[in-house]
C-alpha cells in the first residue's frame, strides 16, 4: 500500500503561482509512475499530469501544457505540480496519484491505483 499526502494548495488570483507537493510513503517501491489529476465541482476528474519516477516519461493535458510543470524528487519520495499563469478554469481539487507501469500517451484515473486525500485549488478572476 502507498500513501499520498497533497499540500501546497489554496487561493491564487489568475495569472499567479502555486506548487503542490505529493509526498509517497509506504511501499513506494511498488510504484513507477505518478500523475496529478483535478476536479472541478459538477465535472468529472480529469488527468493533469504523469512523470515516471526515473523522469524518462512525462505527460501533460493540453490545457495545462506550457503553464504546469510536473517533477519528482526521488530522495524525497516527493512529486512536484508547479502551476504557473493559474486561471480560473484551473479550479478544483488536485489530486495526486500511483501507478504501477509507465507513462502512457494517454491516462485515465483508472490507470492510476492509489489516490491522496486531494487539495483545494480556487483561483479567481
Known amino acids: 500500500q502507498v500513501q499520498l499526502v497533497e499540500s501546497g494548495g489554496g487561493l491564487v488570483q489568475a495569472g499567479g503561482s502555486l506548487r503542490l507537493s505529493c509526498a509517497a510513503s509506504?511501499?513506494?517501491?511498488?510504484?513507477?509512475?505518478m500523475g496529478w489529476f483535478r476536479q472541478a465541482p459538477g465535472k468529472e476528474r480529469e488527468f493533469v499530469a504523469a512523470i515516471t519516477w526515473t523522469g524518462s516519461s512525462i505527460l501533460y493535458a493540453d490545457s495545462v501544457k506550457g503553464r504546469f510543470t510536473i517533477s519528482r524528487d526521488n530522495a524525497k519520495n516527493t512529486v512536484y505540480l508547479q502551476m504557473n499563469s493559474l486561471k480560473p478554469e484551473d479550479t478544483g481539487v488536485y489530486y495526486c496519484?500511483?501507478?504501477?507501469?509507465?507513462?502512457?500517451?494517454?491516462?485515465?484515473?483508472?490507470?492510476?491505483?492509489?489516490w491522496g486525500q486531494g487539495t483545494q485549488v480556487t483561483v479567481s478572476s
Open positions: 496519484a500511483a501507478r504501477r507501469g509507465t507513462v502512457r500517451a494517454s491516462m485515465k484515473s483508472a490507470d492510476f491505483g492509489s
Open positions: 509506504g511501499r513506494t517501491f511498488n510504484t513507477d509512475a
